[in-house]
T-cell receptor
Framework: GENVEQHPSTLSVQEGDSAVIKCTYS??????FPWYKQELGKGPQLIID?????GEKKDQRIAVTLNKTAKHFSLHITETQPEDSAVYFC?????????????FGRGTSLIVHP | EAGVTQSPTHLIKTRGQQATLRCSPI?????VYWYQQALGLGLQFLLW???????NRGNFPPRFSGRQFPNYSSELNVNALELEDSALYLC?????????????FGQGTRLTVV
């Protein structure tokens, strides 16, 4: 089955700095890679996703890059703000054949200091 | 539009008892996923239901079971509770058909076994 590794487990930055979280996956059949943000006491919320037919996707201060050859993908947050502080999870899944069971990384706790 | 709702938000049980957790998916979503989020372990896949049928289960013992009702809501049952079952249990729903196939999470049920 799929195995997703996520690094770092904790990331501390100053407000305004950039933050990068990296994930690797094992199953070459995976073609869908969502990222979730989980704030304290809440469920994970989808913030951005990327499919295997593109290499990069941006949404305001958030971007995700995908390298299918190397089987790794990354989340980039620019101009970080204190409200970006949360746990971020990457996931990988194949969406072919009607089956979709995302496998998650262990999460990165992002702390943005004002 | 209402999101994924889970009940109860908190549940305290004694070791050996049974716990029942409930999930209502987003209207129009037919797939329901259950995940266990134990401290430091990320999200571990438990069960996937679609159209009333169990489609897949993760690497958990048989005392973790569930069902999906005709209205697509779902129940997760955990029998013979053990201390290590203490975790946040998350439900996610997804539309099997159509272009937007992201999974949306509820806020979770915090189960504490004492």
């Amino acid at each position: 089955g799929e195995n997703v590794e996520q690094h770092p487990s904790t990331l501390s930055v100053q407000e305004g700095d950039s933050a990068v979280i990296k994930c690797t996956y094992s199953d070459s059949a995976s073609n869908y890679f969502p990222w979730y943000k989980q704030e304290l006491g809440k469920g994970p919320q989808l913030i951005i996703d990327i499919r295997s037919n593109v290499g990069e996707k941006k949404d305001q201060r958030i971007a995700v890059t995908l390298n299918k050859t190397a089987k790794h993908f990354s989340l980039h947050i620019t101009e970080t703000q204190p409200e970006d502080s949360a746990v971020y999870f990457c996931a990988a899944s194949s969406q072919t054949g009607g089956s979709y069971i995302p496998t998650f990384g262990r999460g990165t706790s992002l702390i943005v200091h004002p | 539009e209402a999101g994924v709702t889970q009940s109860p938000t908190h549940l305290i049980k004694t070791r050996g008892q049974q716990a029942t957790l409930r999930c209502s998916p987003i209207s129009g979503h037919t797939s329901v996923y259950w995940y266990q989020q134990a401290l430091g372990l990320g999200l571990q896949f438990l069960l996937w239901y679609d159209e009333g049928e169990e489609r897949n289960r993760g690497n958990f013992p048989p005392r973790f079971s569930g069902r999906q009702f005709p209205n697509y809501s779902s129940e997760l049952n955990v029998n013979a509770l053990e201390l290590e079952d203490s975790a946040l249990y998350l439900c996610a729903s997804r539309a099997q058909q159509g272009k937007n196939t992201e999974a949306f999470f509820g806020q979770g049920t915090r189960l504490t076994v004492v």
